[in-house]
Nanobody, 127 residues
Framework: QVQLVESGGGVVQAGDSLRLSCAAS????????MAWFHRAPGKERELVAAINWSGSNTYYTDSVKGRFTISRDNAKKMVYLQMNSLKPEDTAVYYC????????????????????WGRGTLVTVSS
């Protein structure tokens, strides 16, 4: 069992930066691939970024490449999403999620592949 708690969301202006954090508790955190999803108003939950258990491999959806960075600290049981050059279209609730079911690579992860979810943190980017 893994519990996940996100923090770091807020209201910012376009071009600003935010760092989201996800604190995990429970056993065997380092054996899970971790991901950040977001759900924009009126849209489905979408994968934003993912990282494998060791941090040696990452994935980013095209819209955030070069702007967002996912990282993890297994000793602290933390996952981070550094978001730079934020745009209004980044406005969404951001969710941290964990899975051991990494069958087809990080980029193929979908919401139904994830085993555990946090409650989300809201990011609002104004123009």
């Amino acid at each position: 069992q893994v519990q996940l708690v996100e923090s770091g969301g807020g209201v910012v202006q376009a071009g600003d930066s935010l760092r989201l954090s996800c604190a995990a508790s429970g056993r065997s955190f380092s054996t899970y691939a971790m991901a950040w999803f977001h759900r924009a108003p009126g849209k489905e939950r979408e994968l934003v970024a993912a990282i494998n258990w060791s941090g040696s491999n990452t994935y980013y959806t095209d819209s955030v490449k070069g702007r967002f960075t996912i990282s993890r600290d297994n000793a602290k049981k933390m996952v981070y999403l550094q978001m730079n050059s934020l745009k209004p279209e980044d406005t969404a609730v951001y969710y941290c999620a964990a899975t051991r079911r990494l069958y087809n690579g990080l980029g193929a992860l979908n919401y139904y592949d994830m085993d555990y979810w946090g409650r989300g943190t809201l990011v609002t980017v104004s123009s």
